[in-house]
C-alpha cells in the first residue's frame, strides 16, 4: 500500500512538472514576446530524419513562424506557384493536416518577398492570418472562417518596399496591427488613401476596428517602412503596446493607441534605414536595435512620458548588430546575431548593463535572417541555406553544440519551441523535431 502511494504522489509529481514546463508558441516571439521559452528537455541534434517526431510537406515557401496552439500548428504558406495565399492546420502531435484554406490570391511581385511573411496569432480560441495585401482573417480552430476584411481597401494600399511583413499581435482581448509605411507610395498605380502609419486595434472575434492611432513621424522615404511586431509590457502599472520604426520607439496606451511617449533613435535623418528586428523588454528596460547601417543597440529606461531625450538611454552597445533577425532575451542575457553577407556574428550581453560577455562567428555563406530562439539552456538559429546550429546559452563561452544540414532553402522562418519539440518550417516541409 504504501509504495503504491509513494508511486502515485511520484506519477503526480512527474505530471505537474511537465505541466509547468508545457508552453504554446501562439505569437511569432514566443509566450514571453521575446523569442524564449520555458520549455526543458530538448534537442541539441537532429537530421532530416534523425530525431523527428514528425514532418509535413507545405504547399510553397513564406518566412511565417509556425503558431502552436491547444495541440494544433498553424501556419501561413504560399500556394500554387506563389500566387494563392493560405493557411494551414496540423494536428501537434502526429502531423496530419487538419484543414487549409485558400484566403486569397495575387500576381503581387515582391523583392526577396512574398505576401505570407505576417505570422498568424492565436488566442487559444481563434487564430488570425494577415498577408501583404491586406487581407486579414479570423477562423476558429475548426478552420471556419468568422470573419474577413482588407485592411488596403479600409486604410490605402501598404505599398512597403520589401513588402509587409509585421505579424499580428493578441493582448488582453484585442487584435493589433502596426502598419508603418512612406507617405510617398513605390507604386503610385495602387495608392487611392491616405498614407498614413498607423497601430490599430480590432476585436479579434469579429474583426471590427475598435480603434486606428495615426503614428506620425519625419522620417524619409524608406526610414519609414517598418516591419517590426508591436509588443506588450507593464511596468508599475501602466500597460503598454511599444512600436519600433520611422525613427522612433513609442509607447501607446492599449485601450486607446494615444502615444504616452516617443524616443528619436537615429541621430541623423537618412533615407535608408527602414526597420526589422522587433523590440525586447527585461529588466525595466526596454531594448532595441538601430536599423542597417546605423549599428548598435540601445535601451531606453522604462516608465517615460513626453518625447524623451538621450537622459532616457540606460545603455548603449555598438557591436555588431543585425538588419533582420530579432535578438533574444533569456534567463538575463540578450542575444543578438549580426547574420547579413560579412561575418555572422553572435553576441551575449548582460541585459542590465549591455556588457558583451561573448561573441563567436557561426559562419556559413548564406545570411541569417530568422530569427533566434531560447529554451532549455540552448540557443537555437538557422539561415537561409537551411544550416541549423545549437548553441549553449549562458554567460561562459561561444560553444556550437550541434550543426544540422536541413537544406531546403531558402528559410527565413523563426523555430519554434513548445511542449518539448522544435518546430522548424522549411520552403517544402514543417518538421516536428523531437521525441515521438
Excluded at 496540423?90 to 505570422?119: A, C, V
Excluded at 520589401?162 to 484585442?174: A, H, N, R, V
Excluded at 561561444?398 to 519539440?421: T, V
Aim: hydrophobic share 35%; proline share 5%; with cysteine.
Amino acid at each position: 500500500m504504501y509504495d503504491r502511494v509513494v508511486f502515485k504522489a511520484f506519477v503526480l509529481s512527474f505530471l505537474l512538472t511537465i505541466t509547468a514546463h508545457a508552453e504554446d508558441w501562439a505569437h511569432w516571439r514566443g509566450p514571453e514576446l521575446n523569442g524564449s521559452s520555458g520549455e526543458v528537455n530538448l534537442p541539441d541534434t537532429w537530421g532530416k530524419t534523425k530525431n523527428i517526431a514528425w514532418s509535413a510537406p507545405l504547399p510553397g515557401h513564406s518566412s511565417a513562424t509556425p503558431i502552436i496552439s491547444q495541440g494544433k500548428v498553424f501556419i501561413s504558406s504560399t500556394g500554387h506557384r506563389g500566387k494563392s495565399l493560405q493557411a494551414l492546420c496540423f494536428d501537434e502531435k502526429t502531423g496530419k493536416e487538419l484543414w487549409r484554406k485558400t484566403i486569397g490570391k495575387t500576381d503581387r511581385k515582391l523583392p526577396q518577398n512574398d505576401l505570407t511573411t505576417p505570422s498568424p496569432v492565436a488566442d487559444g480560441k481563434v487564430i488570425c492570418f494577415l498577408y501583404g495585401n491586406g487581407v486579414m482573417v479570423g477562423l476558429d480552430y475548426s478552420g471556419e472562417k468568422l470573419w474577413s476584411r482588407n485592411l488596403e481597401k479600409d486604410y490605402g494600399d501598404f505599398s512597403i518596399k520589401f513588402g509587409y511583413s509585421s505579424s499580428l499581435s493578441i493582448y488582453e482581448g484585442k487584435l493589433y496591427v502596426q502598419v508603418l509605411r512612406s507617405s510617398t507610395p513605390y507604386d503610385k498605380s495602387r495608392v487611392d488613401k491616405s498614407r498614413d502609419s498607423y497601430l490599430l486595434a480590432a476585436d479579434p472575434k469579429t474583426g471590427e476596428t475598435l480603434f486606428r492611432h495615426i503614428r506620425s513621424t519625419d522620417a524619409v522615404d524608406e526610414s519609414s517602412d517598418g516591419y517590426s511586431t508591436p509588443i506588450f509590457y507593464e511596468h508599475n502599472g501602466r500597460k503598454e503596446i511599444l512600436v519600433i520604426g520611422a525613427d522612433y520607439i513609442t509607447g501607446h496606451d492599449p485601450q486607446t493607441g494615444k502615444e504616452f511617449w516617443r524616443y528619436g533613435y537615429a541621430n541623423k535623418k537618412s533615407n535608408i534605414w527602414r526597420h526589422i528586428p522587433t523590440l525586447l523588454t527585461a529588466d525595466n528596460l526596454i531594448i532595441g536595435i538601430r536599423p542597417r547601417t546605423n549599428t548598435g543597440m540601445i535601451a531606453i529606461k522604462a516608465g517615460g512620458r513626453g518625447k524623451l531625450t538621450d537622459d532616457a538611454v540606460a545603455w548603449e552597445f555598438n557591436g555588431p548588430t543585425p538588419d533582420c533577425p530579432s535578438p533574444c532575451y533569456y534567463k538575463g542575457n540578450i542575444y543578438v546575431l549580426c547574420g547579413g553577407r560579412g561575418d555572422k556574428v553572435l553576441s551575449c550581453l548582460d541585459a542590465k548593463t549591455g556588457k558583451l560577455k561573448w561573441s563567436g562567428d557561426l559562419g556559413g555563406r548564406a545570411p541569417w535572417r530568422a530569427s533566434l530562439t531560447a529554451a532549455d539552456d540552448k540557443i537555437y538559429c538557422i539561415n537561409e541555406d537551411g544550416q541549423a546550429v545549437v548553441l549553449a546559452a549562458g554567460d561562459k563561452e561561444f560553444k556550437i553544440l550541434s550543426r544540422i544540414d536541413m537544406g531546403e532553402k531558402p528559410i527565413q522562418a523563426s523555430i519554434a519551441i513548445a511542449n518539448g519539440h522544435l518546430f522548424v518550417r522549411t520552403t517544402k516541409t514543417l518538421y516536428c523535431v523531437g521525441g515521438k
